[in-house]
């Protein structure tokens, strides 16, 4: 308990920091020096940027840092929880940097990253036990989203839906100490000022029920939108094997889109705030299309345009090696989708009197959140504590239920969690999935086997196999050490002595296929048991890169895998 309150406090420490720095850095380049060249300069800020950062990481660093959340869940499923201690410090340096030269990517990802470090090398330090490390690694997290936005409840929230943790009663209590401390941090430092100050001045009439479940289809096409092109626009950028070549590529079209489009620079909070108050010429910012802002038609367009963009330019930012997140990138789409949207319905006529913008456009941030993020009951309760209430709890809940109901049937797992669940290194709720996930299979592999070369005949087999061997089954290789087959006791049991046939019978002769073969750089646990169940053999060979290792028998998986149980549940 002491500790997620020290975590909540240091995450919420982290989280000013980050803040301040990237502001500082945007308030420089907004100073004197460039103030009356600032437009021009929208081009070349986010290159700059991506090339300090690059250098920083190639010679003061040298070393990767992998992206937010995504790095976090992967430490938990198969590094035991153990962050490398640098990472306490390297996105509190390059995330500031990005976004403040107008990397259109958010900060709450980079902020939970560094508290996830802090409260991975702390529970080491108290020598924890890998279940603490996990929860303290979520009270890093629900404390630095409990800071950010001035919303405890939501935080703690996120920290279960997205890091899988257990809601017991056991890990309800320290990431509720963790979250409070956090927040009273971030009034110590900001009072009562959040990042998204918003009044509710419009109820919710039941009249407008169906508009916001099509409010909730729109966000689930916006979601699959959003994780498709991000997903793709990060392979196509992954091709350019070059680093430098890739940080200009990228570099250079980012800032061609923020040149022509303003308001995708930087997170783009000031945005969110001005449709939030119904201030669209504002958020819209200066453009090629000034001239015609009068026509709300050309408005509704320029809105959509926001939406369709926003993930290029953030996809653009993390490909050149930008360190961001894509939490605010969703609230700004989220935004910029619901006023849009009640734009269009105002405009159309279908209201006498209109329908709430600023409603419409809170309710946006909430569909799309629950879509992209996989977390509708962090989308809900996020924009109820913004609100300062639960006057728009039916319209949170019918978008963001809808939003996420058909997006989770089209892309079955979130932004964070895409590559990981392909690689079968994702944790869930499910504690059979979450047990298997968790397991080392390194740990199961038994090497006690003579392997027998494919050129040997039956006595070399009796000499060098039968007669050392404690197993009743020996692994057939070839020179190069590559698997061939297998040969079982029971196949010579009826020739083993007859000398007449040592020279005639060959290894080849006598071996059949293994009914299954794990390889154990791409088959996880679940991968393996299902092979187990459908082969219902009690040994299977392992191999890597074609070349044989060992076996694995189904008695010591199942024994690693209630070992297993016991550490996770306890």
């Known amino acids: 308990m002491i500790i997620s309150a020290l975590i909540g406090f240091i995450a919420g420490i982290c989280a000013v920091t980050i803040k301040n720095l990237t502001h500082f850095i945007q308030i420089l380049l907004k100073g004197d020096t460039f103030i009356n060249y600032h437009t021009a300069f929208y081009f070349i800020f986010p290159v700059i940027g991506l090339l300090i950062v690059y250098l920083?990481?190639?010679?003061?660093?040298?070393?990767?840092?992998?992206?937010?959340?995504?790095?976090?869940?992967?430490?938990?499923?198969?590094?035991?929880?153990?962050?490398?201690?640098?990472?306490?410090?390297?996105?509190?340096?390059?995330?500031?940097?990005?976004?403040?030269f107008g990397g259109s990517v958010g900060l709450e990802a980079p902020t939970v990253a560094t508290g996830a470090s802090i409260g991975s090398?702390?529970?080491?330090?108290?020598?924890?036990?890998?279940?603490?490390?996990?929860?303290?690694?979520?009270?890093a997290a629900a404390g630095a989203m409990s800071s950010i936005f001035n919303a405890p409840v939501a935080a703690i929230i996120f920290a279960i839906e997205v890091f899988s943790l257990d809601l017991t009663l056991t890990s309800l209590l320290p990431l509720l100490i963790a979250s409070v401390s956090a927040v009273l941090t971030s009034y110590f430092f900001y009072g009562s000022e959040i990042i998204l100050p918003f009044q509710l001045e419009d109820a919710f009439t039941i009249s407008e029920v169906p508009y916001y479940i099509l409010l909730g289809i729109l966000a689930a096409g916006c979601s699959i939108y959003f994780t498709r092109v991000h997903f793709k626009?990060?392979?196509?950028?992954?091709?350019?094997?070059?680093?430098?070549l890739r940080l200009l590529t990228s570099g250079i079209l980012l800032g061609l889109i923020i040149y022509f489009i303003p308001p995708l620079y930087g997170e783009g909070y000031s945005v969110v705030n001005n449709l939030l108050q119904e201030n669209y010429l504002e958020a819209l910012g200066t453009n090629l299309f000034n001239a015609y802002l009068e026509n709300i038609w050309v408005v509704i367009i320029l809105l959509t345009g926001l939406v369709l963009f926003k993930i290029v330019?953030?996809?653009?930012?993390?490909?050149?090696?930008?360190?961001g997140g894509i939490f605010a990138p969703v609230m700004f789409m989220g935004s910029a989708m619901g006023h849009g949207f009640a734009l269009l319905l105002n405009n159309l006529g279908i209201f006498r009197s209109g329908i709430s913008v600023s409603n419409f456009t809170l309710v946006g941030m909430a569909g799309l959140m629950a879509g992209v993020l996989h977390a509708p009951l962090t989308a809900i309760f996020l924009i109820a504590e913004l609100t300062h209430g639960y006057e728009l709890f039916i319209p949170l809940m019918i978008t963001a239920a809808i939003s996420y109901l058909i997006t989770s049937k089209f892309q079955p797992h979130s932004v964070y969690t895409m590559e990981l669940a392909q690689r079968g290194d994702l944790l869930t709720h499910d504690k059979d999935h979450r047990v298997l996930t968790l397991m080392n299979i390194t740990r199961v592999i038994e090497k006690n086997f003579i392997p027998l070369e494919i050129d040997m005949n039956l006595g070399d087999v009796i000499h060098h196999g039968v007669m050392k061997s404690s197993r009743n089954i020996f692994p057939v290789i070839d020179k190069n050490h590559t698997f061939m087959g297998i040969i079982l006791l029971d196949d010579i049991r009826t020739i083993m002595f007859d000398e007449k046939l040592y020279e005639e019978v060959k290894v080849r002769e006598i071996m059949q296929q293994a009914p299954e073969v794990i390889n154990i750089k791409t088959d996880r646990m679940k991968e393996i048991m299902r092979k187990f169940q459908e082969s219902n053999a009690w040994n299977l060979p392992v191999v890597k890169e074609g070349r044989y290792i060992g076996f694995i028998s189904k008695s010591k998986l199942l024994t690693a895998y209630r070992q297993k149980l016991i550490e996770v549940t306890v």
Not at 68 to 96: D, E, N
Not at 121 to 139: A, D, H, K, P, V
Not at 233 to 244: D, P, Q
């Open 56 to 100: 920083i990481f190639k010679f003061i660093l040298r070393k990767q840092v992998s992206q937010g959340i995504p790095a976090t869940l992967y430490a938990i499923s198969r590094q035991k929880g153990i962050m490398k201690r640098f990472q306490m410090y390297s996105s509190l340096i390059t995330a500031p940097i990005t976004v403040g």
């Open 121 to 139: 090398n702390l529970s080491r330090l108290f020598l924890l036990n890998q279940t603490t490390r996990t929860l303290l690694i979520g009270c």
């Open 233 to 244: 626009l990060m392979k196509l950028m992954a091709k350019i094997r070059s680093g430098i």
């Open 313 to 323: 330019a953030t996809s653009l930012t993390l490909s050149a090696g930008g360190v």
